[in-house]
T-cell receptor
Framework: DVKVTQSSRYLVKRTGEKVFLECVQD?????MFWYRQDPGLGLRLIYF???????EKGDIPEGYSVSREKKERFSLILESASTNQTSMYLC????????????FGPGTRLTVL | RKEVEQDPGPFNVPEGATVAFNCTYS??????FFWYRQDCRKEPKLLMS???SGNEDGRFTAQLNRASQYISLLIRDSKLSDSATYLC???????????FGSGTQLTVLP
């Protein structure tokens, strides 16, 4: 069974703090993704990565950066958290040759005060 | 205009009812189509792919109309356990990423 884990289920941070969200998958998947999910807006892609040290911007990359130093780990960084980044953050991964089935982590509910 | 549009609902139906969800997509280059299911406070999971000829998986039937850029999901004989949000998803060409609709919420009532 594919397992995607995220470092925290709930996180509360203050405006201006640097925030790290970690995602780890155990199935040797090449592709990893970070989304945020907000009511009425659905899942929106922030960044994705198709290989170690490779990254591509998604639809809403502003205010975020990512890091992929190892194949199994994909980190999302909020350099200076703002209240409009309060959201549910979901990580996902897929095999390169089977991109249609995304396996999601349980999500991190981030609140920025 | 959103790339993938769905009626957000909510749809409240009695057990045993048949319910249909619709979805439209704007990118004519979209190649692959799916329905994902997301239970309350859980992560999305793939429910089924949608093929041009239409496909069925038990009580679930998915249809694709490329000319109208329209996808549908039909659930027959609804069960309480079908209560969830159903996400319409498309992938364009050789893109690695998926584009998700905002979801349709279904509640099946006893």
């Amino acid at each position: 069974d594919v397992k995607v884990t995220q470092s925290s289920r709930y996180l509360v941070k203050r405006t201006g703090e640097k925030v790290f969200l970690e995602c780890v998958q155990d199935m040797d998947h090449e592709n990893m993704f970070w989304y945020r999910q907000d009511p009425g807006l659905g899942l929106r892609l922030i960044y994705f990565s198709y290989d170690v040290k490779m990254k591509e911007k998604g639809d809403i990359p502003e205010g975020y950066s990512v890091s992929r130093e190892k194949k199994e780990r994909f980190s999302l960084i909020l350099e200076s958290a703002s209240t409009n980044q309060t959201s549910m953050y979901l990580c996902a991964s897929t095999l390169e040759w089977l991109p249609d089935t995304q396996y999601f982590g349980p999500g991190t509910r981030l609140t920025v005060l | 205009r959103k790339e993938v549009e769905q009626d957000p609902g909510p749809f409240n139906v009695p057990e045993g009812a048949t319910v249909a969800f619709n979805c439209t997509y704007s990118n004519s280059a979209s190649q692959s189509f799916f329905w994902y299911r997301q239970d309350c406070r859980k992560e999305p999971k793939l429910l089924m792919s949608v093929y041009s000829s239409g496909n069925e998986d038990g009580r679930f039937t998915a249809q694709l109309n490329r000319a109208s850029q329209y996808i549908s999901l039909l659930i027959r004989d609804s069960k309480l356990s079908d209560s969830a949000t159903y996400l319409c998803v498309v992938r364009s060409g050789s893109a690695r990423q998926l584009t998700f609709g905002s979801g349709t919420q279904l509640t099946v009532l006893p």
